[in-house]
């Protein structure tokens, strides 16, 4: 939860003061095996779990990235932004 929020402030440091009000609506990319926390987190920063997107993984656990790429490609074409 922490790093997610200093994504958040990283990439947009206004959002410390003013808060995720006019920021662009952002996701959070993660696998299905993802700890509960991933959820958690999103709906405790204000994100909402709606924009935690499950990306496939192999056997070995690792994100499929091909399968990462369309996710992206789908979320930048509902205007969001990856977190």
Known sequence: ???MNLA???AFPQAKSQGLWG???LTIFTSPES???VMKGAAFLG???DNV???KVDDGGHMISEDLDEKI???K???RLDV
Request: proline residues 4%; charged residues 10%.
């Open 1 to 3: 939860m922490y790093a």
């Open 8 to 10: 958040c402030y990283r």
């Open 23 to 25: 920021l662009p609506r």
């Open 35 to 37: 700890h509960y926390s």
């Open 47 to 49: 994100i909402g779990t």
């Open 53 to 55: 997107i499950l990306v």
């Open 73 to 75: 490609q789908l979320a």
């Open 77 to 79: 074409s509902q205007v």
